[in-house]
């Protein structure tokens, strides 16, 4: 009997580890999806030299499109980066001008293409406004805007 119960003990515990896994990268491998999408259909087309110089109108334009169309229950946080660690614009207008270091994997693969998909480290000081939403996957997408110039799209 004692060890009927270890085993299914064991069995169980297992099974839970596994199924845990798989749905954090099933959640992680969407959130890529998503976030690939927004950065390359909505956003990059959207991006060039006047939003990079932040022209009123032109950045009143590209923010009304994400804060009305994109944000949202799924995305609660957005910012785009140039390569250089620069934020161009963000939901959260304090962080525009700033400039942070980006994750190794993201300052590794700047200026290409690329999509790099994880769960959120809040501790870095770009994420201090992100603290209040508990455990987030954020979607680095590494793209070229309407000029061609390379910049980063992250989601949240």
Same mark, same amino acid.
Request: no cysteine; glycine share 6%.
């Given at each position: ?9 064991? &069995? =169980? /515990? ?11 990268? +099933?959640?992680? *491998?969407?959130?890529?999806?998503? =976030?690939? @999408?927004?950065?390359?259909?909505i956003?990059? #087309? ?5 939003v990079?110089?932040?022209? #009123?109108?032109?950045?009143k @334009?590209?923010?009304?499109i ?9 995305? &609660? ?19 525009? =001008?700033q400039?942070?270091?980006?994750? *190794? #994997?993201?300052?590794? /693969?700047?200026? +290409? ?17 992100? $603290?209040?939403? =508990?455990?987030?996957?954020?979607? %680095?997408?590494? +793209? $070229? ?9 992250? +989601? %949240?």
């Amino acid at each position: 009997m004692l060890r009927s119960l270890t085993a299914v003990v064991i &069995v =169980g /515990l297992a099974t839970f580890l596994e199924a845990r896994s798989m749905s954090e990268r +099933t959640a992680i *491998q969407d959130a890529r999806i998503h =976030g690939d @999408a927004i950065a390359r259909i909505i956003a990059a #087309p959207m991006v060039d030299a006047s939003v990079r110089a932040h022209d #009123p109108a032109a950045t009143k @334009a590209f923010n009304d499109i994400m804060l009305e169309r994109v944000l949202g229950p799924s995305i &609660v946080h957005m910012k785009l980066w140039a390569v250089d660690g620069t934020v161009i614009w963000s939901d959260e207008k304090s962080l525009v =001008g700033q400039r942070f270091e980006l994750e *190794q #994997p993201v300052r590794r /693969l700047a200026g +290409t293409s690329f999509t790099h998909a994880e769960l959120s480290d809040l501790s870095g000081p770009e994420n201090a406004l992100e $603290k209040d939403n =508990g455990q987030l996957l954020e979607v %680095y997408v590494g +793209t $070229k805007d309407a000029d061609g110039v390379p910049m980063i799209f992250e +989601t %949240y």
